[in-house]
Protein backbone atom coordinates (compact mmCIF):
# COMPACT_ATOMS: atom_id res chain seq x y z
CA UNK A 1 0.00 0.00 0.00
CA UNK A 2 1.14 3.36 -0.92
CA UNK A 3 0.53 6.65 0.49
CA UNK A 4 0.50 10.75 -0.02
CA UNK A 5 0.56 12.63 3.00
CA UNK A 6 0.73 16.71 2.98
CA UNK A 7 1.36 18.46 5.77
CA UNK A 8 2.22 22.57 6.13
CA UNK A 9 -0.96 24.00 5.30
CA UNK A 10 -2.49 26.69 7.25
CA UNK A 11 -3.79 30.40 7.66
CA UNK A 12 -1.10 33.28 6.67
CA UNK A 13 -1.44 36.62 6.03
CA UNK A 14 -1.23 38.32 2.59
CA UNK A 15 2.19 38.62 1.46
CA UNK A 16 3.30 36.13 3.68
CA UNK A 17 4.78 32.25 3.11
CA UNK A 18 4.53 28.74 3.59
CA UNK A 19 6.06 25.27 2.79
CA UNK A 20 3.77 22.08 2.13
CA UNK A 21 5.49 18.81 2.09
CA UNK A 22 4.33 15.49 0.46
CA UNK A 23 5.46 12.17 1.94
CA UNK A 24 5.53 8.96 -0.25
CA UNK A 25 5.39 6.41 2.26
CA UNK A 26 4.65 2.28 2.07
CA UNK A 27 5.54 -0.12 -0.41
CA UNK A 28 7.27 2.50 -2.86
CA UNK A 29 9.98 1.47 -4.55
CA UNK A 30 10.78 4.81 -6.65
CA UNK A 31 8.77 8.10 -7.47
CA UNK A 32 8.60 9.39 -10.86
CA UNK A 33 6.62 12.67 -11.23
CA UNK A 34 5.71 14.62 -8.43
CA UNK A 35 3.16 17.42 -8.47
CA UNK A 36 1.60 20.07 -6.42
CA UNK A 37 -2.49 21.20 -7.70
CA UNK A 38 -4.99 22.63 -6.03
CA UNK A 39 -8.59 23.24 -5.78
CA UNK A 40 -10.49 26.93 -4.49
CA UNK A 41 -14.66 26.34 -3.56
CA UNK A 42 -16.39 26.62 -7.21
CA UNK A 43 -13.30 26.10 -9.22
CA UNK A 44 -11.67 22.94 -11.23
CA UNK A 45 -8.80 21.43 -9.45
CA UNK A 46 -5.70 23.22 -10.96
CA UNK A 47 -1.66 22.11 -11.40
CA UNK A 48 0.53 24.29 -9.37
CA UNK A 49 3.44 23.00 -10.13
CA UNK A 50 5.21 19.84 -11.32
CA UNK A 51 8.89 18.27 -10.96
CA UNK A 52 10.38 15.49 -13.02
CA UNK A 53 13.33 12.96 -10.71
CA UNK A 54 15.32 14.56 -12.83
CA UNK A 55 14.84 18.16 -11.59
CA UNK A 56 12.63 19.50 -14.57
CA UNK A 57 9.90 22.02 -13.20
CA UNK A 58 6.98 23.90 -14.32
CA UNK A 59 5.07 25.53 -13.42
CA UNK A 60 1.57 27.86 -13.20
CA UNK A 61 1.95 31.08 -14.86
CA UNK A 62 -0.24 32.68 -11.39
CA UNK A 63 2.63 31.10 -9.22
CA UNK A 64 5.53 31.58 -11.17
CA UNK A 65 8.51 33.54 -9.50
CA UNK A 66 6.43 32.66 -6.34
CA UNK A 67 6.31 28.88 -5.71
CA UNK A 68 9.51 26.83 -5.84
CA UNK A 69 8.79 22.91 -6.16
CA UNK A 70 11.60 20.72 -5.01
CA UNK A 71 11.90 16.82 -4.00
CA UNK A 72 14.26 14.92 -2.24
CA UNK A 73 14.38 11.80 -3.63
CA UNK A 74 15.95 9.65 -0.91
CA UNK A 75 13.52 10.96 1.23
CA UNK A 76 10.48 10.30 -1.07
CA UNK A 77 9.37 13.31 -0.29
CA UNK A 78 8.52 16.68 -2.43
CA UNK A 79 8.22 19.97 -1.03
CA UNK A 80 6.47 23.66 -2.66
CA UNK A 81 7.58 26.73 -0.52
CA UNK A 82 4.98 29.27 -1.47
CA UNK A 83 5.90 33.16 -0.99
CA UNK A 84 4.30 36.49 -1.65
CA UNK A 85 0.94 34.49 -1.17
CA UNK A 86 -1.96 36.19 -2.21
CA UNK A 87 -5.55 35.56 -1.05
CA UNK A 88 -6.18 33.94 -4.64
CA UNK A 89 -3.90 31.34 -3.32
CA UNK A 90 -6.37 30.00 -1.17
CA UNK A 91 -7.64 26.64 -1.73
CA UNK A 92 -6.88 22.72 -0.74
CA UNK A 93 -3.83 21.60 -2.03
CA UNK A 94 -2.88 18.34 -3.13
CA UNK A 95 -0.03 16.07 -4.18
CA UNK A 96 0.23 13.90 -6.90
CA UNK A 97 2.35 11.12 -8.04
CA UNK A 98 3.34 8.62 -10.46
CA UNK A 99 4.89 5.81 -8.06
CA UNK A 100 6.48 2.44 -9.10
CA UNK A 101 5.71 0.16 -6.22
CA UNK A 102 7.93 -3.21 -4.56
CA UNK A 103 5.83 -5.25 -7.17
CA UNK A 104 6.78 -2.87 -9.95
CA UNK A 105 3.72 -1.72 -10.71
CA UNK A 106 2.83 2.01 -11.66
CA UNK A 107 0.31 4.02 -10.49
CA UNK A 108 -0.87 7.54 -10.02
CA UNK A 109 -1.52 8.43 -6.22
CA UNK A 110 -3.50 11.49 -4.61
CA UNK A 111 -2.72 12.87 -1.30
CA UNK A 112 -5.72 14.04 0.90
CA UNK A 113 -5.10 17.56 0.64
CA UNK A 114 -3.88 20.10 2.67
CA UNK A 115 -6.21 23.67 3.40
CA UNK A 116 -4.14 26.96 2.51
CA UNK A 117 -5.49 30.32 3.16
CA UNK A 118 -4.40 33.38 3.04
CA UNK A 119 -6.51 36.35 4.49
CA UNK A 120 -5.82 39.17 7.06
Known amino acids: QVQLVESGGGLVQPGGSLRLSCLASGNVDSMYSMAWYRQAPGKQRELVAE???????NYADSVKGRFTISRDNAKNTAYLEMNSLKPEDTAVYYCNSRIKNVASIILDYWGQGTQVTVSS
Open 51 to 57: ITRGGYT
